[in-house]
């Protein structure tokens, strides 16, 4: 296994592709989690934090759907999730870099 810290970084990062693209966002994270995490030291671990954050965010936005009707709830809670999908990605690749543990809020523990 190899230590690449860049690769880490890029992998977090991707994670913005939604917002230039509109796709993107979890298909390349998954994808490099996928085919790297046997051969880049740490890789399973922050692919497994990127998948899990992913995961709850799409599930908080399925449920924010109804909460739209309930006093606009779900308005704020898409406020929310879009504030934390830009945030974190980018705090988690300067850890990254920085050869620290990600860290997502509000994520289930859904892949382990």
Request: aromatic share 10%; net charge positive.
């Amino acid at each position: 296994m190899r230590q690449d810290r860049s690769l880490l970084v890029v992998t977090h990062l991707s994670q913005l592709l939604d917002l230039i693209t509109g796709f993107g966002g979890f298909i390349v994270p998954l994808i490099l989690w996928l085919t790297q995490r046997d051969k880049v030291l740490a890789m399973d671990g922050h692919g497994k934090s990127i998948m899990n954050f992913r995961i709850s965010m799409f599930i908080y936005a399925i449920i924010c759907v109804p909460l739209i009707l309930l006093f606009g709830l779900g308005i704020l809670g898409f406020i929310v999730i879009g504030i934390l999908g830009f945030v974190f990605p980018i705090v988690n690749a300067v850890k990254a870099n920085n050869g620290e543990q990600p860290y997502y809020p509000l994520s289930l523990s859904i892949i382990k």
